[in-house]
Structure formats: structure tokens, C-alpha cells
């Protein structure tokens, strides 16, 4: 057994090499090894595991590309929503007016209309989770719905420039954009198709606005 070190300071010993050498016995270590040392092969370490955080972080930023595996299923419609049913909306520029549901577009939204004769609402997409839907059905004529696409709402994506000083001060001052005429002909077709088939107190339902009073429970309403 080695004989303990006399420390001068901590981390410097009284001894020199030599002495180091003789009083922790290493000649004989080396004798009995052939003149050598002995070596013992390094340990491999075991590989992480699947999904295990590494313990050490990286010292440089290193770009990772993520994965994305979004998949992209088709909206569920409710089933209190049919065609000809006649929807509260909940947000938006309309909210509060009650619409008539015509069909479910591709990308999941609902699209609706006023009619635009009635409420001012016309023919536009409105997600289902902004929505109310009423007990209220209109008998929808057939109609003809194959012009009201995603691409058919989708304005056309204007190139933005960088606004000085004066442009922004004198935006407030630009021209409203005006509606296409294909727009107006497809909305005055579609009304002239849905107002015929609404009775006078449909009419008078649709041109009011939902609204709660005091005292008023929502959550005890039927619609």
C-alpha cells in the first residue's frame, strides 16, 4: 500500500518524481508487466437509445431540417349542418347575421349567403367552428354551385412595396377595389334561384340580426 503524500500547498507534494515514483510502488507494477505498464483497451459507449435525448448538447448550431408529416384530413361536417340549413354567424364582418348553408367546399369551409337581397351577406366561406346552427331549414331549389370554389375567393395577391412617409399617410385615401361583374352576375343568380322558395317569415328570419339581452342564457337556448 502506497504511503500517503505530504502536501506543501494543495496539489503540490514535498516530493519530487523520483520519490513519487518509489513510495507509490510503480516500479513494481512495471516489473511484474515486463518493464511495462499495462494497458487497458478503452470502453466503447453504448449508442443512445431510439428517441432518447443525447446528455450533451452540440457546441455549435447545427441547422436540422424538421419533419413534417402533417396530414391533411378532410374537415368532419357536423350533423346538425345540411344543405339548406340556416347557420348563425359568430365572427367576422357578419357576425350575428343569420345565413343559409349551401355546401361544404374541398378545404372544409362552409360556404354560405345571405341571401345578399336580404341581410347584405353574400356568397362567402365561413368556418364550421364559427357557426350556430339552427333547427331551420330551407328547402333549397337545385342549384348550380360549381363557380363558388376555393380558387373563386382567393383574391388575386397584390405586390406589396415599402411605404414611405407619405404613401402611408395618404393610404387611407386609396380606392376601394371594385368587384369583378362575373361576381355580381354569379351573386344575382344565386338569390334569384333561393328567394322563391323562402315563405315571408324566412324572410323577415333572415333580414334579422341574432342578438342577447340582458338576462338572456345562451347556453339554455334552442336555435
Known amino acids: 500500500m502506497a504511503k500517503p503524500a505530504k502536501f506543501i500547498a494543495r496539489g503540490i507534494t514535498a516530493e519530487g518524481r523520483a520519490k513519487t515514483y ?95 337581397k336580404l341581410n347584405g351577406v353574400p356568397a362567402r366561406r365561413v368556418n364550421a367552428a364559427y357557426v350556430i346552427a339552427t333547427s331551420t331549414k330551407v328547402a333549397l331549389p337545385k342549384l348550380d354551385l360549381t363557380s363558388f370554389t376555393d380558387k373563386y375567393f382567393q383574391g388575386e395577391e397584390e405586390k406589396r412595396s415599402k411605404k414611405g412617409e407619405t404613401e402611408f399617410f395618404t393610404a387611407a385615401d386609396a380606392k ?25 317569415d324566412l324572410k323577415g328570419y333572415l333580414s334579422t340580426r341574432f342578438t342577447l339581452k340582458d338576462g338572456d342564457r345562451p347556453h339554455l337556448m334552442r336555435f
Open 22 to 116: 518509489k513510495r507509490k510502488g510503480l516500479w513494481a507494477i512495471k516489473k511484474k508487466n515486463g518493464g511495462k505498464f499495462p494497458t487497458h483497451a478503452k470502453k466503447v459507449a453504448p449508442a443512445p437509445a431510439a428517441g432518447r435525448a443525447p446528455r450533451f448538447y452540440p457546441a455549435d448550431d447545427v441547422p436540422k431540417p424538421l419533419a413534417h408529416k402533417a396530414v391533411h384530413k378532410p374537415t368532419q361536417l357536423r350533423a346538425s349542418i345540411t344543405p339548406g340549413t340556416v347557420l348563425i354567424l359568430l365572427a367576422g364582418r357578419f357576425k350575428g347575421k343569420r345565413v343559409i348553408f349551401l355546401s361544404q367546399l374541398p378545404s372544409g369551409l362552409l360556404l354560405v349567403t345571405g341571401p345578399f
Open 176 to 200: 376601394r377595389k371594385e368587384l369583378s361583374q362575373k361576381y355580381i352576375e354569379n351573386q344575382k343568380t344565386l338569390d334569384a334561384a333561393i328567394l322563391p322558395s323562402l315563405s315571408a
